[in-house]
């Protein structure tokens, strides 16, 4: 699907400019707790991304509103 798998440097950039105490996931744990854990997470989810760009579809059993952006406005 993508010209090319994407490198741990974009998936890492783009966790990180996410604020760490916002937006928790479904399952309660936020960017923070990601930031935190990298070192354990990093090979999974790098893969889990590497296969949406091979596939265009995530892995069974992923919870595709973790992906859901959301435009933030100042006043709803």
Known sequence: ML????SEEE?????WSCE???SPGPDGFNFGFLKFCWEIFR???LKAMNEFAD?????RGSN????CLV???DNP
């Open 11 to 15: 998936v890492k950039f783009a966790i």
């Open 3 to 6: 010209v090319e798998d994407f």
């Open 55 to 59: 596939r265009g579809s995530w892995p």
């Open 43 to 45: 090979k999974d989810v």
């Open 20 to 22: 760490s105490s916002k």
């Open 71 to 73: 435009p933030k406005m």
């Open 64 to 67: 595709a509103s973790f992906i």
